[in-house]
């Protein structure tokens, strides 16, 4: 049984998936999604924040595809101000 995440943990997964969806900056998701070796609907899911709790891994393999620094994904889910992303 999973335990549901507190509104706090969905709100730090939005926070990421709009980090990550403007870092992918218009690039076709599908082929960030297969450089992630990840699906391309989990990787909408994610940028969508329907998965407000990925994996470690899964973060560190979308950050590579992208050339997106690691910090910056946890500036974001953990809401600094300064890495805050309209949502």
């Known amino acids: 049984v999973r335990i549901p995440l507190s509104p706090e943990q969905v ?3 939005r926070r990421l998936g709009a980090v990550l969806r403007a870092a992918r900056a218009g690039r ?3 082929l960030v999604a297969r450089d992630a070796r ?3 609907e989990t990787l909408r899911k994610i940028e969508v924040g329907r998965i ?3 994996s ?3 973060v560190l393999q979308i950050c590579a595809a992208l050339g997106l620094p690691v910090s910056d994904a ?3 889910w953990q809401g600094d101000r300064e890495h ?3 949502i």
């Open 56 to 58: 470690f891994g899964t």
């Open 28 to 30: 076709d998701p599908e």
């Open 38 to 40: 990840i699906s391309p």
């Open 52 to 54: 407000a709790s990925p």
């Open 84 to 86: 805050r992303v309209a």
């Open 74 to 76: 946890v500036h974001a």
């Open 11 to 13: 709100e730090a997964g």
